[in-house]
């Protein structure tokens, strides 16, 4: 999907929980937020600090070098739980 | 005159990486999310849990409260408490606000579960881009579960 996307000339960015997987497919730029899985890849519930924070580095991925065909794997374990 | 798509995408080897280069600020960009969670208002159908090669339009329009999801696949403790874990509306429509982005796409999609990958490929996908590719967001973000 993101592929198809992206041929059309339109910039996408994935945020995967299974980066094995994921580098598999070659994508244009994706995020692998560490320490979540499928269920809750955008952070923990009703933490919308953390969630923002996962989304702007995700979005931080358009502006940023160029990588295609790798997944940028973070940390946000160590991130302070809210909510 | 509006070009017709092409009935099937061009295809690439799966080594080459189709690069679009990013453009201008993300201060200006208008964000479509794309999802492949199960998710959809709460008004629309519901997906076939089972294996389901449809997809749903989320109005722009939309909040957290509105939306929800068909799946017996992942752990749904989380996105039963808060949808944004799998589909962070709320979230970016506050960085709309704090004009961090631009703001949202009209509609939003998302696809469901579904292990027909030659439907997918050849139908589902090539559709659904053609839908984005009508709102032509300055972005897309694409999420799991």
Redesign the interface.
């Known amino acids: 999907m993101q592929r198809a996307i992206e041929m059309l000339g339109i910039p996408t960015v994935l945020v995967t929980v299974e980066p094995e997987e994921t580098v598999q497919a070659r994508p244009p730029r994706a995020l692998c937020p560490r320490g979540f899985v499928a269920g809750h890849s955008l952070g923990r519930p009703n933490d919308a600090a953390l969630q923002k924070r996962i989304l702007t580095d995700a979005l931080g991925l358009l502006t940023g070098e160029p990588r295609p065909g790798e997944v940028i794997e973070r940390d946000y374990t160590s991130a302070p739980a809210q909510g | 005159m509006e070009k017709e798509a092409p009935p099937k995408?061009?295809e690439?080897s799966?080594?080459?990486?189709?690069?679009?280069?990013?453009r201008g600020?993300?201060e200006e960009?208008t964000?479509c999310v794309?999802s492949?969670a199960g998710v959809r208002e709460k008004r629309d159908k519901p997906f076939d849990t089972e294996g389901d090669s449809t997809y749903r339009v989320i109005s722009g329009e939309a909040n957290g409260s509105d939306l929800t999801y068909d799946d017996t696949?992942?752990?749904?403790?989380?996105?039963d408490?808060?949808i944004?874990?799998?589909?962070?509306i709320?979230?970016?429509r506050?960085?709309a606000t704090e004009q961090?982005?631009a703001g949202l796409a009209e509609r939003h999609f998302s696809?469901g579960f579904s292990q027909a990958l030659r439907d997918l490929r050849e139908t589902t996908?090539?559709r659904?881009?053609r839908e984005?590719?009508r709102a032509?967001?300055?972005?897309?973000?694409?999420?799991?579960?």
């Open positions: 995408p061009l690439l799966r080594y080459c990486v189709p690069f679009t280069p990013f600020k993300l960009v964000l794309v492949t696949h992942y752990d749904h403790a989380c996105a408490r808060d944004n874990c799998i589909f962070p709320d979230r970016l506050e960085l961090r982005i696809m996908i090539p659904l881009a984005v590719d032509r967001p300055g972005a897309v973000l694409l999420t799991g579960g």
